[in-house]
């Protein structure tokens, strides 16, 4: 086992996370031909194993390039000039998301609701009613920037499917602590990160293709050239890649899918589960608030607002240096009033008593200063 550095924190962020020693060591084996037999039966594994992750049968792409290239690929892939999406907008990540679909040209109508909150499902239904046509719903099921989630994937997947529309979902903070099983819930696109529940190292996105989209992509070809599905999957079906991979990643990726695996669905969702609710009782103790209306409330990204009086800046230095911790800020409005605590991938009863102590005696120290 390599020893961890002396500098190694405990990553309590929503992302980059904690990673094993086993996955970390995982990226020094050798450099190997990306076109050569090795790297095919190591791509072709690790391609198996992405399909468990997301519970398809249908097509699986690694991208070396961080979630928000996985997003792109989805917007480039099936937006084109003119096109109309629905996008939910409820934090900052569905707001990137509106803007990429406006970058590749189309039209985002925004299903807008109050940060910590969710847009009803009602509205989705109602602007897709009005909206008639449209190409995708894109929406972001967990908003890791308000500690948000979605509770509604599969239903409104389905309503995009009933108006003949693609279904696409970002899960770049919640696959793998939450289960969602694209095939089951008529899922067209569903994208996620390495760095997060997967808790690889950062640098790879995952992506799941049905086949609807692939059918799509042969009477569209796409303008794009590094995310371009259907060359990911002509060399896919060779076992390779059409660049040139990120090589560690992937092994590390390969080890941290073996790690899930071995885990299995069932214990991976219930220690999220529970996690996260020692989690929300510890911050509630501390009399902290959380940001997340209780019926909304993420299993992977825990947000609370600080007491009066605490300096975001100092509580998250003192965290870091005097207790070895690393939490997050809050984002665009958040900011200073909000930390975050991810709950993700490697999070452990240890990881959370850990944690709550520190976050109790530092607001206590800041509080008293
Ligand atoms: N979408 C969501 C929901 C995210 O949480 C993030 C990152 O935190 C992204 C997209 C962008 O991912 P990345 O920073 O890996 O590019």
């Known amino acids: 086992m390599m020893p961890m550095s002396s500098e190694q924190k405990l990553i309590m962020l929503p992302g980059p996370t904690n990673v094993s020693p086993r996955v970390m060591q995982a990226m020094l084996?050798?450099?190997?031909?990306?076109?050569?037999?090795?790297?095919?039966?190591?791509?072709?594994?690790?391609l198996g194993k992405a399909r468990q992750l997301f519970q398809t049968k249908g097509e699986v792409l690694v991208l070396s390039c961080s979630g928000t290239g996985g997003v792109e690929t989805a917007v480039f892939n099936l937006i084109r000039p003119g096109d109309t999406a629905i996008v939910p907008v409820f934090g900052e990540f569905s707001s990137r998301l509106?803007?990429?679909?406006?970058?590749?040209?189309?039209?985002?109508?925004?299903?807008?609701?109050?940060?910590?909150?969710?847009p009803p499902l009602s509205d989705l239904q109602d602007a897709m009613t009005k909206a008639g046509r449209f190409k995708a719903l894109f929406l972001v099921h967990n908003e890791t920037s308000t500690g948000v989630t979605a509770p509604y994937a599969r239903e409104a997947s389905r309503m995009a499917r009933d108006h003949g529309a693609f279904a696409v979902i970002d899960a770049i903070s919640s696959l793998g602590g939450y289960a969602i099983p694209v095939d089951e819930w008529g899922i067209d696109m569903c994208v996620t990160g390495s760095q997060k529940c997967i808790a690889a190292p950062p640098g790879l996105a995952l992506l799941s293709v049905s086949s609807k989209v692939v059918d799509f992509l042969k009477t569209s070809p796409p303008k794009t050239r590094y995310f371009d599905i259907p060359r990911y999957l002509e060399y896919g079906a060779n076992g390779e890649t059409p660049f040139t991979p990120a090589l560690p990643l992937y092994y590390a990726m390969d080890e941290a899918l073996k790690e899930f695996i071995e885990e299995g669905w069932t214990k991976r969702v219930q220690r999220h589960d529970e996690m996260s609710k020692a989690i929300y009782d510890g911050v509630a103790k501390l009399g902290l608030r959380a940001v997340a209306s209780p019926d909304?409330?993420?299993?992977?990204?825990?947000?609370?607002?600080?007491?009066?009086?605490?300096?975001?800046?100092?509580?998250?230095?003192?965290?870091s240096q005097d207790k070895g911790i690393v939490v997050a800020g809050g984002f665009g409005p958040f900011k200073g009033k909000v930390f975050r605590i991810g709950c993700m991938g490697q999070i452990n009863g240890g990881y959370v008593d850990r944690t709550l102590k520190a976050v109790g005696e530092t607001l206590q120290k800041l509080q008293h200063a």
């Open 29 to 46: 084996r050798p450099i190997i031909n990306h076109r050569g037999d090795a790297f095919r039966q190591l791509y072709g594994g690790l």
């Open 296 to 319: 909304v409330r993420s299993k992977t990204v825990i947000a609370t607002y600080y007491p009066p009086g605490v300096d975001d800046s100092q509580f998250r230095k003192s965290m």
């Open 98 to 118: 509106a803007e990429t679909v406006e970058l590749a040209g189309g039209k985002a109508v925004q299903v807008k609701s109050e940060f910590g909150k969710v």
